[in-house]
């Protein structure tokens, strides 16, 4: 086996890992878990809801990019074939009616429930983390040990079907002489929604507090960094509320499913 084999081996049995500490219980953010592996958000709707959301997402390439859309009803993806999505993220939302009706750390009952739920992956900004890791550039909530901040913005992504919604981003801050490089680097990961969407005031985005985020946690900007915005996977979430889905099942804003694919493969 030569290295660079061995080196994918290495990084797929960790990713397994995770995923199995997180079907045994593991209930954390998994940002910097299995490093140098593609993470995915998670959104499972009716099949009568799917065709809306599949036009909403090809629409909106940048925020919801979609890495697999699994088979009515299945809960496997090509991206993980020994993973199973039904127990496999860290934490689960369910919507009803556009409303957050819980969180669970187990969906088997909800696809026993709802026999025709299509799963949507789509990229996640976790993915190009560690090439910036990697570069030298500080990832606030790794370090931290923290949730990533999301913000809803006042930017609406073009409506699909019954959808509608706004688009939501993460924030990381910057350090001002190193935005040129985050930049680059993340632009070089289009499938996983590429290079940032706003940099500097947050007032432009409509974020009224940056220390207040919609989703996930705020995280500390220190003096000399620059808060830059990418856009995120928890846009769909965000539709699902605007447009009162009836119901849905998504993971968790920060709670990624992990697969079995190298960073790698999304650099272009």
């Given at each position: 086996?030569?290295?660079?084999?061995q080196a994918t081996a290495d990084a797929i049995a960790k990713a397994q890992e995770a995923r199995l500490a997180i079907r045994n219980g593991l209930?954390?953010?998994?940002?910097?878990?299995?490093?140098?592996?593609?993470?995915?958000?998670?959104?499972?709707?009716?099949?009568?809801?799917?065709?809306?959301?599949?036009?909403y997402a090809q629409r909106n390439?940048?925020?919801?990019?979609?890495?697999?859309?699994?088979?009515?009803g299945s809960y496997r993806t090509i991206l993980a074939e020994s993973a199973d999505l039904r127990t496999d993220i860290p934490l689960y939302r369910v919507w009803e009616n556009g409303k957050l009706a819980d969180e669970i750390t187990d969906a088997t009952k909800i696809w026993e429930q709802h026999p025709d739920l299509v799963t949507f992956l789509i990229g996640c900004s976790f993915t190009f983390e560690t090439p910036m890791l990697e570069a030298g550039i500080e990832i606030r909530h790794i370090?931290?040990?923290?949730?990533?901040?999301?913000?809803?913005?006042?930017?609406?992504?073009?409506p699909a079907g019954r959808l509608e919604g706004e688009l939501v981003v993460s924030?990381?801050?910057?350090?001002?002489?190193?935005?040129?490089?985050?930049?680059?680097?993340?632009?070089?990961?289009?499938?996983v929604h590429g290079a940032p969407v706003h940099i500097g005031s947050p007032d432009a985005l409509g974020i009224?507090?940056?220390?207040?985020?919609?989703?996930?946690?705020?995280?500390?900007?220190?003096e000399g960094?620059?808060?830059?915005f990418w856009a995120c996977g928890v846009t769909p979430q965000a539709a699902v509320m605007r447009s009162g889905v009836p119901f849905a099942l998504s993971h968790a804003p920060g709670h990624m499913f992990i697969t079995d694919v190298p960073d790698a493969a999304y650099h272009v």
């Open positions: 086996m030569t290295h660079l084999m209930v954390k953010p998994t940002a910097g878990m299995a490093k140098g592996m593609t993470q995915a958000n998670m959104i499972s709707l009716p099949r009568d809801w799917a065709f809306d959301f599949l036009l390439p940048k925020s919801c990019p979609i890495l697999d859309v699994c088979e009515a370090t931290d040990n923290s949730n990533v901040p999301m913000y809803k913005t006042n930017r609406l992504c073009r924030m990381r801050p910057i350090p001002a002489n190193r935005i040129a490089d985050a930049v680059m680097i993340s632009g070089r990961f289009p499938s009224n507090d940056i220390m207040s985020p919609d989703f996930g946690s705020p995280v500390r900007i220190e960094e620059i808060p830059v």
